[in-house]
């Protein structure tokens, strides 16, 4: 990298590099404490999820339609877990390790830039000081994944001394990768383009502009070719057709319902990281200063990075997740404004006023990965266990968000907030009201999305479905002696008399006025139903084993809280 020949790093470099790999150490520890630990958001659960649908016809069940490379990766957690707990954490615990990749490739890149073994681990402690990386990169998304590939692209084009067609067509098929994990990575292969033919555009080389564009498209074309083919089998078109026309559901629309709410997280971050982006900021600024002294490289990574940087910040639906695709690229240019300011020895002022600063930045860093190890998942795995035994693998259940990742739902409906607002809007037209009605659920995991689609269901869920724990309903009907209930029967089958505690009870009921002694069979549709004997309250359940897994309790209604504000 073109920097000033003043270093920021002059004294004992043995003793600095030995702290620096601490600081980092230390860093990655707490990125694997967070995997293990940290709440899930809603994503999560889907994305990790989406692995499970692979012999069920994938792309007939994912909604909206979009590029699943990120639920490949995801299998091996599918493989590896025994339940449904064990699952989430596998996958978390494989994108901690991919976090790691990550970072070593950021540093392979800061050195094929000119950076010295020193100033690149520096590099890396400055990205691991950015909370939307430390707080984001480990979660089970596609943008890790994703993220991994445009870096290994990049890495490719940086090494070595000249770029030649075969590098270019190797980093085309990575950004291809990475656009078959998700096509946010679109952003990716836009930056890398401009970056590799912009370069030659501006030195007014215009056939090795359009040569480097050629081989790029054909190495990106290769797997995006292969994987229509892989899942489309006899019809590949379709699969085309979803890979590039699936998202545009979301990029057109997703956005409207959020009314703009979500620029709240471009100035979230930019406030919980301010001295660290107008490090960044400010050295891509100065890079560019020096375009005409650079080397190919340099210009093409800088290209780069500020593409990626305008796409990521002006995105319509700017979640903290989303972030973590720029952090690693501006993170390269962090050290030259300290290059700069450590070269003022007319100013001695300056000349120690920001690398302090920095220093503060970089030690309260650590300060607020701690404070975040207060949220954790405890709760949501208990559910999630809990939820699980109440389910055979072949009986479903339905959240709009994916939970137990080794169970099936009766659809993948997103309940995101533009899914919320269509379901309302459609009533008994909708999805929900379809998979209420047509395949009835045997569980229903609560939270404030169902909530939100109460009005829309209510209907066929309120006398259908009784809770038995905290956040879960199970298909039936509470019973008080004497007292004549309607019980709307969701699912037909046998159905038996449990306790508060899921213990079996002894007792006769009267259906639709026959008196009878459970278990017995009912079919859906209304049926009259009265506890005649027994205890005061019993509840009437499809036949199962449900002791010790009912808990008295209201809904935790912060099972989510805090997903993006800490």
């Known amino acids: ?14 003793r600095l590099t030995s702290l620096l790999s601490v600081s980092i150490a ?115 998304r596609a943008e890790p994944l994703a993220l991994f590939f445009a870096l290994a692209a990049v890495l490719v084009i940086l090494r070595g001394h000249s770029l030649n067609a075969r590098k270019i067509f190797i980093a085309g098929i990575l950004s291809g990768l990475a656009f078959l994990v998700t096509q946010k990575s679109v952003f990716f292969n836009l930056a ?12 007014k080389d215009v056939i090795t502009a359009i040569v480097r564009g050629v081989y790029l498209t054909m190495g990106w074309l290769l797997p995006a070719i292969a994987y229509c083919f892989i899942f489309g089998g006899s019809d590949p078109l379709r699969i085309a057709e979803s890979l590039i026309f699936g998202p545009m559901e979301v990029a057109a629309s997703g956005s409207e319902a959020y009314s703009g709410a979500l620029r709240v997280y471009v100035l979230q971050t930019l406030l919980d990281n301010t001295f660290l982006y107008l490090l960044c900021f400010g050295g891509m600024i100065m890079a560019f200063k020096r375009w005409g002294i650079s080397n190919e490289k340099t210009r093409i990574a800088l290209i780069f990075s500020l593409v990626m940087t305008i796409l990521v910040f002006t995105h319509d639906q700017p979640w903290p997740y989303v972030f973590i695709m720029a952090l690693p690229f501006i993170s390269l240019w962090s050290l030259i404004p300290l290059d700069y300011f450590f070269a003022q020895n007319d100013k001695p002022i300056l000349r120690l006023f920001f690398p302090a600063v920095a220093t503060f930045t970089l030690l309260s860093s650590y300060f607020s990965d701690f404070t975040y190890l207060k949220i954790n998942n405890v709760r949501q795995l208990e559910m999630v266990t809990r939820a699980e035994a109440l389910l055979k693998p072949d ?73 038995v724990a905290p956040n879960i309903r199970l298909a039936g009907q509470l019973l008080q002696i004497g007292r004549q209930e309607e019980f709307r029967v969701p699912l037909a089958g046998k159905y038996q008399l449990y306790s508060a505690t899921g213990a079996p009870v002894s007792a006769q009921i009267k259906v639709d006025g026959m008196t009878l002694a459970p278990p017995i069979t009912l079919s859906t549709g209304r049926q009259t139903i009265t506890l005649l004997n027994g205890p005061e309250k019993a509840l009437l359940l499809p036949v199962g084993t449900y002791d010790g897994l009912f808990k008295a309790g209201d809904d935790d209604n912060t099972l989510f809280a805090f997903t993006y504000n800490r």
């Not at 490949?72 to 339940?83: S, T």
Request: aromatic share 14%; net charge positive.
């Open 395 to 467: 009986e479903k259940y339905f959240d709009g968000i994916g939970m137990l990742p080794n169970r099936l739902e009766p659809t993948t409906l997103w309940l995101d907030t533009w899914y919320v607002l269509k379901t309302l809007q459609e009533g008994k037209e909708s999805e929900a009201w379809r998979v209420f009605t047509q395949s009835p659920p045997k569980v229903i995991l609560w939270s404030y999305r169902l909530s939100n689609i109460h009005p829309a269901i209510a209907e066929v869920i309120d006398n259908s479905y009784v809770q």
């Open 26 to 140: 230390i860093k990655v520890t707490l990125i694997f404490l967070f995997a293990w630990h940290i709440h899930l958001i809603m994503d999560e659960f889907a994305q990790l999820g989406y692995a499970k649908y692979f012999a069920y016809g994938l792309f007939d069940t994912i909604q909206p339609p979009k590029a699943v490379g990120f639920a490949v990766f995801y299998k091996l957690a599918h493989l590896i877990g025994w339940d449904a707990a064990s699952i989430i954490l596998v996958a978390r615990m494989q994108t901690a390790l991919l976090a790691c990749g990550t970072l070593l490739l950021v540093y392979a890149c800061a050195r094929a830039l000119g950076e010295t073994r020193l100033r690149s681990l520096f590099i890396i402690l400055v990205l691991l000081c950015f909370t939307n990386f430390m707080e984001r990169i480990f979660r089970t």
């Open 1 to 14: 990298m073109d920097t000033p020949t003043q270093h920021v790093f002059r004294i004992n470099p043995r």
């Open 192 to 203: 890398l383009g401009l970056g590799v033919v912009m370069d030659a555009t501006l030195r």
